[in-house]
């Protein structure tokens, strides 16, 4: 699960290797989605643009108001909160302040992956 506010090419790559994890890992039912915090009239277009030049297979984008859905608390300060959990339990949990997040960054997420899935 990541929440984001913004598109940004980090972000983008961050995405297309979360895709291509879940993808990989479909028989044990991974899933994965984006939540852009953001009410920016513009953005549909912008997610459209983003999941087709990544050319993403399973990850879900959505919207939600720019606080984040209820319970969740996502810091206001942070531009990208990646959560990693299992049958509701957190494993590893990530939080970027604007331009931040960086490729060393994106590798770690990834490696935390198997965290969570089966062995």
Do not use: H, W
Not at 6 to 14: F, K, R
Not at 29 to 35: A, D, H, I, L, Q
Not at 55 to 77: V, W
Not at 89 to 110: G, M, P, Q, T, Y
Request: charged content about 35%; glycine content about 4%; overall charge neutral.
């Amino acid at each position: 699960m990541i929440f984001a506010r913004e598109v940004s090419d980090n972000l983008t790559g961050l995405v297309k290797k979360i895709d291509a994890a879940t993808e990989k890992n479909s028989s044990c039912n991974m899933g994965s989605f984006v939540v852009f915090l953001n009410d920016d009239e513009s953005l549909e277009k912008k997610l459209q643009e983003m999941a087709k030049k990544a050319d993403l297979k399973k990850i879900i984008l959505t919207t939600d108001n720019p606080a984040g859905p209820r319970g969740y608390d996502i810091p206001k300060d942070a531009d990208i909160t990646v959560v990693l959990y299992n049958k509701r339990k957190v494993a590893s949990n990530f939080a970027f302040r604007k331009d931040e997040l960086k490729s060393a960054d994106i590798e770690k997420i990834v490696a935390d992956l198997k965290k969570i899935l089966p062995e």
